[in-house]
């Protein structure tokens, strides 16, 4: 399976692509998607999408993961990341490839065990994972989305578990468990 994540801003979009075999992930590519400030919003907009549009056509992913943003310094913010990370999903989307929003607790969790690490320590696992090397320069928005596809990755590989809604539910559906 081939993961496209992607940390979407108004700046600067993070796009990460890993392939996923069993338990094992390996990175084909990362990056960032700069936009440029003397340009409208717009026009970054359009600069994301046609950017992903080609890495899609380029790497051809199974399934897409895309970080939600969760909250901002000001409603301004907060809309142009929706509107980048909706630029995003309607590029996979049109590519008819399906997409996953995770906030940044549960990437961040995923990956580290911590859901309020560091951007630093999100990238020191990310590389260690994917065994990328000290000396590639990678930005914490390419960091950031590789996060977003290994914590898809970790998610489609873990089996979820059943919630019951009380210790009846619980017998009821699992006699054999009862000592």
Known sequence: MIVLGIDPGSHATGFGVIEVFQSEERLLDFGVIKLRPDESHQLRLKTIYSDLCKLIGLYLPDTCAVEMPVYGKNAQSMLKLGRAQA?????????????????????????????NASKEQVQYMVRSILAVDESIKMRHDASDALAVGLCHAQRNRTPQQKRYRDWKSFLKENPDRIG
């Open 87 to 115: 630029v995003a999903m309607l590029a996979a989307l049109n590519h008819e490839i399906p997409v996953t929003e995770y906030t940044p607790k549960e990437v961040k969790k995923a990956v580290t065990g911590n859901g």
